[in-house]
């Protein structure tokens, strides 16, 4: 049969859910899309007046907002109604790893996966497309189809056909990526469901780039590009380390590498690690799928792109201790950047968080400055702020939110360049460097300073792929 498609429900209103419906709302004016959230203190800043107050930062999403929303975007925490009268359904809710129970640390938790399904088992109505947006161990598409069904039975005017349709968004760029994509994936059984998603795509995608596969195809695929891209880093950051042996300049090494078409330029700039809410979730649980079916190799072989991530934070903040004497008790120590990469709020697995975790361990005083992450998410990473009266006479570790890069740097022993922030490119070193305690440090995870003026300025550098600058 041939589907209709008047109107869009999305469950999960996070960094996918909401500015991938802004931009199909933004393409496809007629199709009506309400975003749902259980979360209500989260639809209330997707419906704030001041868009500063949007629960997610990405640039050139306020502007899709204000144009969309109230229109044919609506954000809302009434899932029973809008499952009820929707024709298409997204699940785009947290896929997290399990943290205890079996394949804990490694499996992926589907328990918002189970109750989304469970959801629109028992509140849609007629006949629905359900579209897989969050990223899924391959065949959980069958667990999905299992639940559904379940209403059938009872039911009969209820029916479920389930797509895979993997988001390929980077945060940070996510408009510019859901607006150009590379390509759309889109896997499944049912030749006319999968029309009526390609129809909604075709609004701006080219035909050639959207992808049709079956449905195990397109959710592997999802894990593997995922994979893919974080063993390239890996594989950098492995060889930062041999440069900064060596005398040879990672920057040098990455062009003359990236210059050749078969490997590319892109995805090979060394840092303090990769962070996000994606790449070390879904590299696990590839491992845990391959360990399941045997192949011990394969999960060992992806593995270690997780264990060289986790050593080239750990060996960055014993750099940052032994360069200051080997103790940094007391020392008040800047730290520029707490969000995983720059362009983004959000701070889940981002290197700054286990490397400032391991400077407070030995005792730093950091001072913490970025500019989209607030204090709140801070002190939910970190543990509660310092009380600022008492940071003369602490003998012991802690951190100070900082509001500018002036405040952060001043009086500091150190500097830390956490995050690509373009803001953090340009530092006036000029301006700074003498507000430092001498002698003082830089150290740049991210290779993106200009070493020059702050060597000229009296600063001590270290930075990634380089090590110590004389
Ligand atoms: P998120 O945590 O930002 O958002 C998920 C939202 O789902 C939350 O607001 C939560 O309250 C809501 N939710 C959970 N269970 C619900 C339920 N039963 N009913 C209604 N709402 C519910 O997560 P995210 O970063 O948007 O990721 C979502 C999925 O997309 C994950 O599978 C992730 O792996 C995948 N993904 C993420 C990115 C990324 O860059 N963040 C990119 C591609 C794919
Ligand atoms: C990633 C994938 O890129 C995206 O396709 C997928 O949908 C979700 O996961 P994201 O995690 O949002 O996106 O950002 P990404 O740009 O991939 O960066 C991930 C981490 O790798 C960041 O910590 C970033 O700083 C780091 N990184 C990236 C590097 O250290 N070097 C690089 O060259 C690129």
Do not use: H
């Given at each position: 049969m041939s589907y209709k498609i008047k109107k869009i429900c999305c469950i999960g209103a996070g960094y996918v859910g909401g500015p991938t419906m802004a931009v199909i709302?933004?393409?496809?004016?007629?199709?009506?899309?309400?975003?749902?959230?259980?979360?209500?203190?989260?639809?209330?800043?997707?419906?704030?007046?001041?868009?500063?107050?949007?629960?997610i930062y990405e640039p050139g999403l306020e502007k899709i907002i204000k144009k969309c929303r109230g229109k044919n975007l609506h954000f809302s925490t009434d899932l029973e109604l809008h499952i009820a009268s929707s024709d298409m359904i997204f699940i785009s809710v947290n896929t997290p790893t399990k943290t205890k129970g079996i394949g804990a640390?490694?499996?992926?938790?589907l328990r918002w996966i189970d109750a989304s399904a469970r959801q629109i088992a028992e509140f849609a109505r007629?006949?629905?497309?359900?579209?897989?947006?969050?990223?899924?161990?391959?065949?959980?598409?069958?667990?999905?189809?299992?639940?559904?069904?379940?209403?059938?039975?009872?039911?009969?005017?209820?029916?479920?056909?389930?797509?895979?349709?993997?988001?390929f968004l980077a945060e940070g760029s996510a408009i510019e990526d859901?607006?150009?994509?590379?390509?759309?994936?889109?896997?499944?059984?049912?030749?006319?469901?999968?029309?009526?998603?390609?129809?909604?795509?075709?609004?701006?995608?080219?035909?050639?780039?959207?992808?049709?596969?079956?449905?195990?195809?397109?959710?592997?695929?999802?894990?593997?590009?995922?994979?893919?891209?974080?063993?390239?880093?890996?594989?950098?950051?492995?060889?930062?380390?041999?440069?900064?042996?060596?005398?040879?300049?990672?920057m040098n090494v990455s062009k003359a590498i990236g210059s050749d078409k078969r490997i590319g330029d892109k995805f090979l700039n060394p840092g303090p690690g990769f962070g996000g809410s994606c790449f070390k979730k879904d590299i696990m649980n590839l491992v845990y799928i391959c360990n399941h079916y045997g192949l011990s190799e394969v999960a060992e072989y992806w593995g270690k792109v997780v264990d060289i991530n986790n050593w080239q934070q750990k060996r960055i903040s014993n750099q940052i201790v032994e360069k200051l004497f080997g103790t940094i008790s007391s020392k008040k120590i800047a730290i520029l950047g707490f969000s995983f990469k720059a362009n983004t709020n959000d701070t889940r697995e981002s290197p700054s968080i286990y490397i400032c975790k391991e400077l407070i361990e030995e005792g730093g005083l950091l001072s913490i400055f970025d500019p989209k992450v607030d204090k709140k998410r801070i002190e939910l990473d970190l543990g509660p702020e310092l009380n600022k009266k008492d940071t003369n006479n602490i003998n012991q570790g802690g951190w100070i939110f900082s509001n500018s890069i002036k405040e952060s740097l001043s009086n500091a022993d150190a500097v830390v360049i956490?995050?690509?922030?373009?803001?953090?490119?340009?530092?006036?070193?000029?301006?700074?460097?003498?507000?430092?305690?001498?002698?003082?440090?830089v150290f740049d995870t991210r290779s993106i300073t200009n070493i020059k003026a702050a060597k000229k300025y009296g600063l001590n550098i270290w930075s990634v792929g380089n090590g110590e600058n004389d």
């Open positions: 709302a933004d393409k496809c004016p007629n199709l009506e899309i309400q975003v749902v959230d259980i979360d209500e203190e989260k639809i209330k800043k997707w419906n704030s007046e001041d868009l500063s107050l949007l629960p640390g490694q499996a992926s938790d007629g006949e629905t497309i359900v579209v897989e947006k969050s990223t899924l161990p391959v065949k959980t598409a069958l667990t999905i189809k299992k639940i559904l069904e379940v209403p059938k039975a009872k039911n009969s005017s209820k029916k479920f056909t389930v797509l895979s349709n993997p988001e859901l607006n150009y994509p590379d390509r759309v994936l889109i896997g499944g059984d049912d030749p006319q469901a999968m029309d009526a998603l390609i129809e909604i795509y075709s609004n701006w995608v080219e035909k050639d780039k959207i992808l049709t596969t079956d449905l195990w195809s397109s959710e592997l695929s999802k894990l593997i590009a995922n994979a893919f891209l974080a063993q390239r880093i890996s594989s950098i950051n492995s060889i930062s380390a041999l440069c900064e042996e060596t005398g040879a300049d990672i956490m995050t690509e922030w373009v803001e953090f490119t340009t530092i006036d070193w000029a301006l700074f460097a003498s507000t430092m305690r001498q002698p003082a440090w």
